[in-house]
């Protein structure tokens, strides 16, 4: 049998696909395409065969998959806030009798923060929302009733 490619007299060829067609090659032109036969008794080490690189395309499909959603849950936010969370931290901190900068203070967080979350033009993360709780023994998520 001759190697489609260089002509070289093989006992074992190879049937590999080369930009759309088929070849019948020596092991050593194997390398040129893309493998389709992997009965070869050739000890030559040889691209892998399509079902095997079918499975690895899937697991690789697996990684991005789990990947991309526990980027999505990572982005969600852990507690959802009551409606009225702004109002609820002003009125707990003026009952209190404290200004937005002593407010801060407690809760380690500059005076324009306080104002900001206040304002409700910004979302406190997690860690802060407990803190607030914490600090004016009020309840701002929507899952548990205002104190
Ligand atoms: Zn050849």
Do not use: Y
Request: glycine fraction near 4%; charged fraction near 35%.
């Amino acid at each position: 049998m001759r190697c489609e490619m260089c002509g070289k007299d093989e006992t074992t060829l190879v049937t590999i696909s080369v930009e759309g067609s088929v070849l019948k090659v020596c092991t050593a032109c194997s390398r040129f395409g893309k493998v389709l036969d992997t009965s070869r008794t050739s000890t030559a080490p040889l691209p892998k065969g399509p079902a095997a690189r079918e499975v690895v395309e899937t697991r690789l499909a697996d990684r991005t998959t789990r990947r991309t959603e526990r980027d999505l849950f990572a982005e969600l936010p852990e507690m959802e806030l009551a409606p009225d969370w702004p109002r609820r931290i002003r009125s707990a901190r003026e009952r209190m009798g404290l200004s937005q900068e002593k407010f801060g203070q407690l809760l380690n967080e500059k005076t324009s923060v306080i104002h900001k979350l206040e304002a409700g033009s910004m979302t406190p993360p997690d860690a802060l929302v407990r803190k607030i709780e914490r600090t004016l023994k009020i309840r701002i998520r929507a899952s548990e009733p205002a104190a």
